[in-house]
Nanobody
Framework: QVELVASGGGLVQPGGSLRLSCLAVGFPLDGYAVGWFRQAPGKTREGLSCITIDNTTNYIDSVKGRFTISRDNAKNTAYLQMNNLNHADTAVYSC????????????????WGRGTQVTVSS
């Protein structure tokens, strides 16, 4: 079974933090770039950030300085640390892989995982 499993979502107050995890099951993540995405109700999927196999990263402007993407190849997992969350960050967050990172914001990735819900509410 080959899949990506995103986890770590939940309910958080404005200004709070969450760390999302993206676990690769059945294949080695270290051969791929990993991207994080979100989709809010009624909106199209939005590319947030990407990390290459050599840890080069990119971010869209709306999350730059608040979100940090990272990876731990020994755990076959990538992460998205999200700080200073606000209501506009409420969405289903998912991860995906491809060969190399495209410019920030693109969503043309090959292998997708199921998402995890993040809700920012007081």
């Amino acid at each position: 079974q080959v899949e990506l499993v995103a986890s770590g979502g939940g309910l958080v107050q404005p200004g709070g933090s969450l760390r999302l995890s993206c676990l690769a099951v059945g294949f080695p993540l270290d051969g791929y770039a990993v991207g994080w995405f979100r989709q809010a109700p009624g909106k199209t999927r939005e590319g947030l950030s990407c990390i290459t196999i050599d840890n080069t990263t990119n971010y869209i402007d709306s999350v730059k300085g608040r979100f940090t993407i990272s990876r731990d190849n020994a755990k076959n997992t990538a992460y998205l640390q999200m700080n200073n969350l606000n209501h506009a960050d409420t969405a289903v967050y998912s991860c995906a892989t491809r060969r190399g990172c495209p410019p920030a914001g693109r969503t043309d990735f090959g292998k997708w995982g199921r998402g995890t819900q993040v809700t920012v509410s007081s």
